[in-house]
């Protein structure tokens, strides 16, 4: 077997578990779409060949859309979003521009507790969170939604592992032009971590899209809870309407999808070259 026909078998071979990883993941979101046209009844059948509805039906987005209102749920979501990413590019470049190319005492201190906030769970923090959100009076508003992605463990991180990765040449000779700090980083750092904050806003806006306890925690009222705790709400405690819920569920994931194909290009730009500088 020569060369040309080992490089042609592996390359088959990957495409295969490519393809096969693709399929993988691609099963949940059809199923999700066949049985939101079902009724009741065929989406509980334990006969595993019944795959397709018997008849395309409209009923359960009919039922969805007339019991919540999407509108306010997808503005409730998109406020949660890009609010999450505004605060967390903000504070995590500065932060990490800071701990990545500044000298200062309890440097080494400061990025030992950004380490032990991702290393401890999401879900001990909530009830401090909590009460600082309650004694300000901010329960059942965006804000509330908004304010655990103030500040960013993993964006500090992120950052700053792309800051130390840029060469030292760049920032000395702004030195010698008589740039100060603020100016070195605004102006000669700050535009040549754009990937990095491109990936930062990518993972801000997932995690945000999937929070879903801290939303049920601090936002009871339906007119300012955002998609995720929205579908909880509806799953019944003893019977659940299936249909209905992976109806749900394709209409809340309609906002992604078009973020996704609007800025592809992006996405894989930003998380490949982020990954290629930590």
Avoid: H
């Avoid at 019991?67 to 749920?73: D, E, G, P, T, V």
Wanted: proline content about 5%; hydrophobic content about 55%.
């Amino acid at each position: 077997m020569n060369n040309k026909t080992k490089k042609l078998l592996n390359s088959t071979l990957i495409q295969i578990v490519l393809l096969i990883g693709a399929v993988v993941m691609i099963v949940p979101f059809l199923w999700m779409f066949l049985t939101s046209f079902k009724t009741i009844s065929e989406s509980t059948q334990m006969n595993p060949f019944v795959i397709f509805p018997s008849k395309w039906r409209l009923d359960a987005f009919k039922s969805v859309m007339s019991k919540m209102n999407f509108l306010r749920l997808y503005w409730n979501t998109l406020v949660l979003i890009a609010g999450r990413i505004f605060f967390a590019v903000i504070t995590a470049t500065m932060a990490g521009y800071a701990l990545g190319r500044l000298k200062f005492p309890g440097r080494s201190l400061a990025f030992g507790l950004v380490l032990f906030q991702m290393m401890v769970p999401a879900q001990i923090f909530i009830i401090p969170q909590y009460l600082m959100v309650s004694k300000m009076g901010m329960l059942n508003t965006s804000f509330a939604l908004i304010f655990p992605g103030l500040v960013t463990a993993f964006g500090t991180f992120l950052l700053r592992q792309a800051y130390m990765s840029l060469p030292k040449d760049l920032e000395e000779a702004a030195v010698l032009d008589g740039c100060g700090v603020f100016a070195r980083f605004l102006f000669v750092m700050l535009p040549l971590t754009r990937s990095s904050m491109v990936a930062l806003g990518i993972f801000t806006a997932l995690f945000a899209f999937k929070d879903l306890m801290w939303p049920l925690v601090v936002n009871t009222e339906q007119t300012t809870m955002p998609l995720s705790a929205a579908l909880a709400k509806i799953q019944g405690q003893f019977t659940s309407d299936y249909p209905e819920l992976m109806a749900a569920s394709m209409l809340a994931c309609v906002p992604m999808i078009i973020i996704y194909i609007l800025f592809q290009k992006q996405f894989i730009e930003g998380i490949a070259t982020s990954g290629s500088k930590m």
